[in-house]
């Protein structure tokens, strides 16, 4: 095959999709970075998330990045920085969850 991608749509080399979905996906990185800077940095909630980012990124060398690192200073794809991105705070959000749980259950089987 020639790079093209088959199926009932016109064909057109496998670059083209990629470059399209990277576009498409740093548009919506600037529109998600406006809000923020509009929006989000005066909150608490979210300092603390980067300055957990910026630990979890000295505690996780190479296997954690924000998403600002993969963006700036690496040659991730933004589409695929953008998933990683996603998938970490993800996991990041369940872990405190799970975390928090586990203090509040720990809290009360102390005090009952």
Do not use: C, W
Not at 7 to 28: C, F, M, S, T, W
Not at 44 to 59: I, M, P
């Amino acid at each position: 095959m020639n790079g093209a991608v088959s199926g009932g749509e016109a064909k057109q080399p496998i670059h083209v999709n990629r470059r399209k979905e990277n576009a498409d996906a740093l548009a919506d990185l600037a529109i998600e970075n406006f809000i923020e800077m509009r929006d989000k940095t005066a909150s608490r909630a979210f300092r603390a998330k980067k300055k957990l980012d910026h630990l979890l990124e000295g505690l996780l060398p190479g296997i954690y990045l924000p998403l600002y690192t993969m963006v700036t200073f690496t040659r991730i794809p933004y589409a695929e920085a953008a998933r990683r991105a996603r998938r970490q705070d993800r996991l990041v959000y369940e872990s405190l969850t799970v975390i928090t749980l586990s203090i509040v259950a720990l809290i009360i089987a102390v005090f009952r």
